[in-house]
């Protein structure tokens, strides 16, 4: 019963709010094209990936998201160009996102580079009010089918990667928008779709042979909303194995585990347990994930030469070499 009472309390109170959280995803560093179009390309080459997540496990329409990222780089690897198909639901209404990024990427030694970005979205917004547990069946002021918007926006980031660290600052929806859902003669709901902004980092250094720190973090600002932070320490092993650990301020505490199969595959899987009351209820939030990247030909041109660095062996130079054609560390 009190399962069923918080599923009312999502659809009732989370409801008009529904626009104006961003998804939520605990491996946030994987999935950088959702938070900043200025990732697109980046890489160096055409990339895939797709996430899930399935928050508070046990509780009725309580949301869920996937993904469906796709990115490349064009005209010696300085265009980039990426799509983002999402999926979000929560309660009884759910949003369909379709999102163009384009970045410009301006290269430096040693794979360093600077990328900017902008985004040109559509967003499909749908109440299924069919779908609502009525206490009054013949309460007038609810419809009785679904009402829907579609809403236009856009958004720009700065991306900025070393071989080391990372940082990205983004605004994904520059502009703010009013989701009409005309409702015949019951009148109107207008929830506000408002700017998000975000600030990601990231630093990997070696502790021990085959053995890598990685920490990420990311900030993210909602109007009249507190600032959300997520403080993320990973492990990597052999470049093949990422063990890691989040806390989600006042929300969750977080494990991921990504396994590198191949240089071209990955695969991952989160779960969030939560730390606010509503642990009682849940049986926490799980989250996986797959990608692909289509290595590049073997003649094909490196636009970011490997130089030797300071206090780097001419074996340590080699190996990083035999990732050719890869801008960035894997596990960025």
Avoid: C
């Avoid at 939560?274 to 926490?284: A, E, R």
């Amino acid at each position: 019963m009190i399962k069923y009472l918080l599923s009312i309390t999502l659809v009732v109170f989370v409801l008009p709010a529904f626009a104006q959280q961003g998804m939520q995803y605990t491996q946030f560093m994987f999935n950088k094209l959702q938070f900043n179009p200025a990732y697109a390309g980046t890489k160096g080459h055409f990339a895939l990936s797709a996430i899930y997540r399935k928050q508070w496990l046990g509780i009725d329409r309580a949301p869920q998201s996937a993904t469906l990222n796709a990115h490349g780089a064009l005209l010696d690897k300085k265009l980039g160009l990426g799509l983002s198909l999402s999926y979000d639901q929560i309660g009884f209404s759910n949003r369909v996102n379709i999102e163009t990024n384009y970045s410009y990427i301006i290269p430096f030694k040693n794979r360093s580079f600077l990328s900017l970005g902008i985004r040109g979205a559509a967003y499909y917004n749908q109440i299924r009010w069919e779908d609502a547990d009525m206490i009054d069946q013949f309460d007038a002021a609810i419809p009785l089918s679904s009402t829907s918007s579609i809403l236009p926006n856009f958004g720009a980031g700065v991306y900025y990667q070393s071989r080391r660290w990372y940082l990205g600052v983004s605004v994904p929806h520059i502009f703010r928008n009013q989701g009409d859902f005309n409702i015949a003669s019951n009148g109107v709901v207008e929830p506000e779709f408002t700017q998000h902004y975000y600030m990601m980092t990231g630093v990997v250094f070696p502790i021990a042979k085959n053995v890598q720190i990685q920490q990420n973090l990311l900030l993210k600002y909602v109007v009249n909303a507190p600032l959300a932070t997520d403080i993320n320490m990973s492990v990597v092993f052999h470049d093949k194995i990422l063990l890691g650990l989040t806390y989600r301020v006042g929300d969750s505490i977080d494990a991921m585990l990504q396994w590198q199969i191949n240089n071209r595959l990955r695969i991952a899987i989160a779960y969030d347990f939560s730390v606010t009351q509503l642990q009682q209820y849940n049986s926490g939030s799980i989250e996986a994930m797959i990608g692909y990247q289509f290595a590049p030909s073997k003649t094909e041109k490196d636009p970011l030469p490997l130089e030797l660095e300071e206090g780097e062996t001419e074996e340590e130079l080699q190996q990083r070499k035999k990732d050719k054609g890869t801008y960035n560390h894997r596990f960025f």
